[in-house]
């Protein structure tokens, strides 16, 4: 097993599960029949990355006239789900983390349906059929949201119910390990990513920063148009912004067999390891701020 396939099939999984971990034991029952009670802010979240990031991700690609091999890849990444990291982003950026995880979950199931029928248009449109049928492993998929995500956080929130004070107790010191693990996983991206990093910044380093930053942008400007609170908003933000670049990958080297196609990807993991540092630097000071609405 080389060291890339190391990070990430191991260090990287089992990293954010620690993560998920901590999260569960800041979590309550409450917070979830909240967020499903009020769907409004689900709604908005899902709207953003399931229909609006892809369309962003096509727009850039036609202004900036990319090639037909890096225009798709930019649309593999535009159709990924967000992922686990999104959901420590905001865990220390003091979002909503029960809408984040919700959404996280939510949109890698849906995205199994999305991707094969968005990525097979951007293939013909941009003239890079390869003659593949898309098929993403949809118990694989679900297997790794349970594994990595649902059961950690399970698991955390039953410690929180039965040992609440050491819940408490151990809060600051995960939210601390969550910002170290963070940048271990960016070391790593960087790592796994190496070789591409400079054609990558080269080719696409503007418009995946665009992108990146475009979809976050919009992210906020939609959960507040909708009066959504900060802390909904901040978790759309992210969720928007922060993709599953794992999955991204697979699907270019693996499913269409193209590591040029992965290209983009390397850009956008660092552009939002950058980007989700900065909001864990300004929002982490925060005090914490209300209740979801």
Known sequence: MTAAELISNIFLPLSLA?????????????????????????????????LLLPIIGFSLAIVFNLSPV?????????????????????????GNIALSVTLTAIASIVSVLTIPFIL????????SDTNVTIKLPILNTILQIMVITVIPIAIGMFIRKYREKFANRMEKTMRIASTIIFILVFIAVLAANFKLIGTAMKE?????????????????????LFNLNIKNAISITIESGIQNGTLAFVIATTIL???EMGIPTAAYSIWMFITGGILMWQLSKRKTIGESK
């Open 18 to 50: 620690i993560i998920m971990l901590g999260m569960g034991m800041t979590l309550v029952l409450s917070d979830f029949t909240r967020i499903i009670k009020y769907p409004k802010a689900i709604l908005i979240g899902l709207t953003n990355q399931l």
């Open 257 to 259: 067999n193209n590591i």
């Open 120 to 127: 097979s248009y951007a293939l013909s449109y941009f003239g």
């Open 70 to 94: 890096m225009a798709v890849g930019l649309m593999i990444l535009a159709t990924c789900p967000g992922g686990p990291t999104s959901n420590l982003i905001t865990q220390i950026c003091k």
């Open 204 to 224: 696409v380093g503007l418009v995946t920063l665009l992108l990146n930053v475009v979809t976050m942008a919009v992210g906020y400007l939609t959960a507040k």
